[in-house]
């Protein structure tokens, strides 16, 4: 990661969204293609959606990221729970994909501890886990493929290499995911990072897909952030970005945000403890709710948009302006204003007829930030 900013210039230029929030809209366009495509293709069930396909034993509906930290290392053979932590680099939530129905774990009894004779025990696939990874497995592939027919083979090509000149710089290998979220929303906490074999080529030769280079930079640019904030990047982009002094009523932040309400009541537990947000009836008597700023949200939302600027600015230090330059040359066409009306990105975005997605109001933003909880994995946090 790159130290500490010399010095920070700040110039007077058009609003544009921060290097930060075009690599995650980016990304969690990306993944919200892939998981309507395998919620069309995939037998599953879902708690408040009903089921798709045959669900006498289908498993519970999970989003892409279940791949990358967990189904993809798990074949026929089993793996055990330490070993599958350290090929990704992320935890996954193991507990979950028992439930779901995705795994079977065998403990290790002679263990000598509980904890110990889970991480030693072995993960093998289920009936639905293994139909899962048949469809997982070439849907990455498939939906870049779509992105370069949709918007430029050369412009998809630039940006991989944009991205791959950057983290190919890091200093240890990142996961190829974003990590699941931990207490406080932290993204740094969820990553088991490994030494990088020999950067820069390292990266190129692993030949990462676009959505696992877009995770790795996240991460990186996520990590440095919160090592020097109070507040976790995915609180401080989504939730704090669209809160005001005046206040905003609670059921309008998801459009606001592009987060679930879910999260959002998350981040709001920790934004209330720190002293930063109040709530209260929009008036005497009412049953709206509005979420205000105080005088310390205030000047945690002014130093987190301020961090953000000056993360992006010492990368062009350490990483090159010209690298930088590279980066957000394709990303700011590809996203746009990052909404539905100016954004690209959301003509990707239609799900199928019998979505779980097309029962649910369309967002009107994606998220500064992908919102990645232990419920599934999903990019906004539904």
């Given at each position: 990661?790159?130290?500490?900013?010399?010095?920070?210039?700040?110039?007077?230029?058009?609003?544009?969204?921060?290097?930060?929030?075009?690599?995650?809209?980016?990304?969690?366009?990306?993944?919200?293609?892939?998981?309507?495509?395998?919620?069309?293709?995939?037998a599953h069930r879902t708690t408040r959606h009903g089921s798709h396909g045959d669900s006498l034993h289908a498993p519970w509906l999970v989003s892409m990221v279940m791949w990358?930290?967990?189904?993809?290392?798990?074949?026929?053979?089993?793996?055990?729970?330490?070993?599958?932590?350290?090929?990704?680099?992320?935890?996954?939530?193991?507990?979950?994909?028992?439930?779901?129905?995705?795994?079977?774990?065998?403990?290790?009894?002679?263990?000598?501890?509980?904890?110990?004779?889970?991480?030693?025990?072995?993960?093998?696939?289920?009936?639905?886990?293994?139909?899962?990874?048949?469809?997982?497995?070439?849907?990455?592939?498939?939906?870049?493929?779509?992105?370069?027919?949709?918007?430029?083979?050369?412009?998809?090509?630039?940006?991989?290499?944009?991205?791959?000149a950057i983290a190919g710089q890091f200093q240890a290998e990142l996961p190829d995911c974003m990590p699941i979220l931990n207490y406080g929303l932290t993204t740094s906490d969820?990553?088991?990072?490994?030494?990088?074999?020999?950067?820069?080529?390292?990266?190129?030769?692993?030949?990462?897909?676009?959505?696992?280079?877009?995770?790795?930079?996240?991460?990186?640019?996520?990590?440095?952030?919160?090592?020097?904030?109070?507040?976790?990047?995915?609180?401080?982009?989504?939730?704090?970005?669209?809160?005001?002094?005046?206040?905003?009523?609670?059921?309008d932040l998801p459009v606001l945000s592009g987060v679930s309400k879910e999260s959002i009541s998350m981040a709001m537990g920790i934004l209330r403890k720190k002293r930063m947000?109040?709530?209260?009836?929009?008036?005497?008597?009412?049953?709206?709710?509005?979420?205000?700023?105080?005088?310390?949200?205030?000047?945690?939302?002014?130093?987190?948009?301020?961090?953000?600027?000056?993360?992006?600015?010492?990368?062009?230090?350490?990483?090159?302006?010209?690298?930088?330059?590279?980066?957000?040359?394709?990303?700011?066409?590809?996203?746009?204003?990052?909404?539905?009306?100016?954004?690209?990105?959301?003509?990707?975005?239609?799900?199928?007829?019998?979505?779980?997605?097309?029962?649910?109001?369309?967002?009107?933003?994606?998220?500064?930030?992908?919102?990645?909880?232990?419920?599934?994995?999903?990019?906004?946090?539904?």
């Amino acid at each position: 990661m790159c130290g500490p900013a010399r010095h920070v210039k700040i110039v007077p230029m058009e609003p544009r969204l921060p290097l930060s929030a075009l690599l995650s809209q980016a990304l969690v366009a990306f993944t919200i293609e892939f998981d309507n495509e395998a919620d069309r293709r995939l037998a599953h069930r879902t708690t408040r959606h009903g089921s798709h396909g045959d669900s006498l034993h289908a498993p519970w509906l999970v989003s892409m990221v279940m791949w990358f930290n967990c189904m993809k290392f798990i074949g026929e053979e089993g793996i055990s729970v330490r070993e599958l932590v350290r090929l990704a680099r992320t935890k996954t939530n193991f507990h979950g994909m028992l439930r779901w129905g995705y795994v079977t774990l065998e403990r290790n009894l002679s263990a000598r501890s509980k904890k110990e004779s889970i991480s030693s025990g072995i993960l093998r696939p289920t009936i639905a886990g293994k139909r899962a990874r048949e469809i997982w497995g070439p849907l990455v592939g498939e939906i870049e493929r779509r992105w370069q027919q949709r918007f430029g083979e050369k412009e998809v090509a630039n940006l991989g290499e944009a991205l791959e000149a950057i983290a190919g710089q890091f200093q240890a290998e990142l996961p190829d995911c974003m990590p699941i979220l931990n207490y406080g929303l932290t993204t740094s906490d969820g990553v088991v990072a490994l030494p990088s074999p020999s950067p820069p080529a390292g990266i190129a030769a692993l030949r990462l897909p676009l959505v696992s280079l877009l995770a790795r930079v996240l991460i990186a640019f996520a990590t440095e952030f919160e090592h020097e904030s109070e507040l976790s990047l995915a609180i401080s982009a989504n939730v704090l970005r669209v809160l005001s002094e005046k206040g905003e009523r609670l059921r309008d932040l998801p459009v606001l945000s592009g987060v679930s309400k879910e999260s959002i009541s998350m981040a709001m537990g920790i934004l209330r403890k720190k002293r930063m947000v109040t709530i209260e009836p929009e008036a005497p008597g009412s049953r709206t709710k509005v979420a205000r700023l105080t005088s310390k949200g205030l000047e945690a939302q002014g130093a987190s948009q301020r961090l953000i600027a000056s993360i992006e600015n010492r990368w062009q230090d350490c990483y090159g302006e010209a690298a930088i330059g590279a980066l957000r040359e394709p990303l700011e066409p590809l996203v746009g204003g990052g909404t539905a009306d100016s954004s690209p990105l959301f003509r990707g975005l239609d799900p199928h007829p019998g979505g779980w997605r097309a029962s649910v109001p369309k967002p009107k933003t994606l998220p500064h930030y992908p919102m990645v909880l232990h419920r599934g994995g999903y990019p906004d946090g539904s």
